[in-house]
């Protein structure tokens, strides 16, 4: 048998080892006992969820949250480690020998007033990190992702005699800033606790039906970069311009020729977004001011396409200056921000593996392949270490199924995430994922 030949008979025989195995994992009865748990769990998991959607956490200030689930994995039997990367939590379980499976969930809700007008909808005002009180608000669903971890963590081990191996679940702060998970990765996630085979998360979205799992290979969310610009000029009066060097008009100049870099630089197909998000300069009416500053977020799926995106507007800057007859010292100064995140890619062989496993526990009805989106997600650095961890996220939806309707009647979009008047649909939403999550989890580490 030649070299290559033996590889294909390797992967065929590996590929029916762990079809045969995840046969074993998604039985009939353990299905049933799954459902049956949740089923009990749900009351306590929906007054959970409601519980921490009323008591919203900024980024890195998410203690109350952060205690709570530590309790939660330590009641469970869970070695727990509290304030990994500021007010992350880590729990282990080890259920005798196979492979590491990391779960997470995030914690961090958004400063956003909400008025979605459900009864349990927050009304605090909080401290975020530069000791601001803010309104907040779970407006991307974290509180739904912490009561899914919850779920997981107690169906799992009532179902412990069907998997072997070490579940890693973690709470993690910061997402909505992308801070988290660098800040966990680099107080020791990957060296102080086991090192996962595989790392695993879900995000409840506004775009599905409530309940149902949607899945992608490959790029799933973009390579986000957050990008600021001080554009500097020369102040003077406002009836002298000749005088001036005007940083109005050179940010005006700027924000056009941005608009050309993915029309007329990035090749066709490509996806690239260029997006000024915000622009403040000048004091006043018969003022020219010294400077304006730019705010801009920049996506993409491609790492080289991100770096041309960078490139390009460095050099349009420097351009746009160097036209109006700025000295060097007085160029834009362009800096990319530490709110930036890789491209979210999902490992493929891991996702076709658990695509399978969700239609078998939830159905063909319960499960769709989705096209990737443009937003971000910070669990994407995860998978970005130098143990190349394979990674996968899924959506599960939140949304009622007559309410989308209506949207695709209508035109009118229903609530998307971040949005004030988010709220999803907590059944089957939970229980969505929870039952996602653990069929994952007893999939990878089913028993031999």
Same mark, same amino acid.
């Given at each position: 048998?030649?070299?290559?030949?033996?590889?294909?008979?390797?992967?065929?025989?590996?590929?029916?080892?762990?079809?045969?195995?995840?046969?074993?994992?998604?039985?009939?009865?353990?299905?049933?006992?799954?459902?049956?748990? /949740?089923?009990?769990?749900?009351?306590?998991?929906?007054?959970?969820?409601?519980?921490?959607?009323?008591?919203?956490?900024?980024?890195?200030?998410?203690?109350?949250?952060?205690?709570?689930?530590?309790?939660?994995?330590?009641?469970?039997?869970?070695?727990?480690?509290?304030?990994?990367?500021?007010?992350?939590?880590?729990?282990?379980?080890?259920?005798?020998?196979?492979?590491?499976?990391?779960?997470?969930?995030?914690?961090?809700?958004?400063?956003?007033?909400?008025?979605?007008?459900?009864?349990?909808?927050?009304?605090?005002?909080?401290?975020? +990190?530069?000791?601001? =009180?803010?309104?907040?608000?779970?407006?991307?669903?974290?509180?739904?992702?912490?009561?899914?971890?919850?779920?997981?963590?107690?169906?799992?081990?009532?179902?412990?005699?069907?998997?072997?191996?070490?579940?890693?679940?973690?709470?993690?702060?910061?997402?909505?800033?992308?801070?988290?998970?660098?800040?966990?990765?680099?107080?020791?996630?990957?060296?102080?606790?086991?090192?996962?085979?595989?790392?695993?998360?879900?995000?409840?979205?506004?775009?599905?039906?409530?309940?149902?799992?949607?899945?992608?290979?490959?790029?799933?969310?973009?390579?986000?970069?957050?990008?600021?610009?001080?554009?500097?000029?020369?102040?003077?009066?406002?009836?002298?311009?000749?005088?001036?060097?005007?940083?109005?008009?050179?940010?005006?100049?700027?924000?056009?020729?941005?608009?050309?870099?993915?029309?007329? =630089?990035?090749?066709?197909?490509?996806?690239?977004?260029?997006?000024?998000?915000?622009?403040?300069?000048?004091?006043?009416?018969?003022?020219?001011?010294?400077?304006?500053?730019?705010? +801009?977020?920049?996506?993409?799926? =491609?790492?080289?396409?991100? =770096?041309?995106?960078?490139?390009?507007?460095?050099?349009?800057?420097?351009?746009?200056?160097?036209?109006?007859?700025?000295?060097?010292?007085?160029?834009? /100064?362009?800096?990319?921000?530490?709110?930036?995140?890789?491209?979210?890619?999902?490992?493929?062989?891991?996702?076709?593996?658990?695509?399978?496993?969700?239609?078998?526990?939830?159905?063909?009805?319960?499960?769709?392949?989705?096209?990737?989106?443009?937003?971000?997600?910070?669990?994407?650095?995860?998978?970005?270490?130098?143990?190349? /961890?394979?990674?996968?996220?899924?959506?599960?939806?939140?949304?009622?199924?007559?309410?989308?309707?209506?949207?695709?009647?209508?035109?009118?979009?229903?609530?998307?995430?971040?949005?004030?008047?988010?709220?999803? /649909?907590?059944?089957?939403?939970?229980?969505?994922?929870?039952?996602?999550?653990?069929?994952?989890?007893?999939?990878?580490?089913?028993?031999?």
């Amino acid at each position: 048998m030649n070299s290559l030949s033996g590889r294909r008979f390797a992967r065929a025989a590996a590929l029916a080892i762990s079809l045969a195995t995840a046969l074993r994992a998604a039985s009939p009865d353990l299905r049933a006992s799954v459902a049956a748990k /949740v089923a009990a769990e749900y009351p306590a998991l929906e007054a959970i969820y409601r519980n921490l959607h009323a008591h919203p956490e900024l980024s890195f200030k998410e203690e109350k949250t952060a205690a709570f689930v530590a309790g939660e994995l330590r009641a469970l039997g869970f070695q727990v480690t509290e304030k990994v990367g500021n007010t992350g939590v880590v729990g282990v379980l080890t259920n005798g020998p196979g492979p590491t499976v990391l779960v997470r969930a995030d914690m961090d809700g958004l400063p956003v007033k909400e008025t979605s007008g459900v009864p349990y909808a927050s009304t605090d005002r909080v401290r975020d +990190l530069a000791d601001r =009180e803010q309104p907040a608000m779970h407006a991307c669903a974290h509180d739904a992702h912490i009561t899914g971890l919850i779920g997981t963590a107690r169906t799992l081990v009532a179902v412990r005699d069907h998997w072997s191996g070490t579940l890693v679940l973690i709470a993690q702060p910061a997402e909505e800033i992308v801070a988290g998970a660098r800040a966990m990765l680099a107080d020791g996630l990957y060296t102080r606790f086991p090192l996962p085979d595989h790392a695993l998360a879900l995000h409840v979205t506004s775009m599905l039906p409530a309940g149902v799992v949607g899945y992608g290979e490959g790029p799933f969310l973009a390579h986000v970069s957050s990008v600021d610009i001080t554009v500097r000029g020369v102040g003077g009066h406002g009836s002298a311009p000749h005088t001036t060097k005007d940083p109005i008009l050179l940010a005006s100049q700027i924000v056009v020729a941005l608009q050309t870099i993915v029309s007329r =630089e990035v090749r066709p197909g490509a996806t690239a977004v260029v997006t000024v998000g915000t622009i403040h300069g000048g004091t006043k009416r018969n003022i020219i001011s010294d400077e304006v500053k730019l705010e +801009l977020t920049l996506r993409a799926y =491609e790492d080289a396409v991100m =770096e041309q995106l960078i490139a390009a507007v460095r050099r349009i800057c420097a351009g746009a200056a160097q036209q109006a007859g700025l000295p060097v010292d007085r160029y834009p /100064v362009v800096t990319l921000t530490p709110e930036s995140t890789p491209a979210t890619v999902n490992d493929p062989a891991l996702t076709r593996r658990l695509s399978q496993t969700f239609t078998t526990w939830l159905g063909t009805n319960g499960v769709q392949a989705q096209a990737p989106i443009t937003g971000g997600e910070d669990f994407s650095i995860f998978g970005r270490t130098p143990q190349h /961890v394979p990674i996968c996220l899924w959506w599960v939806g939140a949304t009622a199924p007559q309410r989308l309707a209506e949207a695709a009647r209508t035109g009118i979009p229903v609530p998307s995430n971040h949005s004030a008047t988010f709220a999803p /649909v907590p059944e089957p939403t939970l229980k969505a994922c929870v039952t996602s999550m653990t069929a994952a989890v007893l999939d990878l580490l089913a028993k031999k």
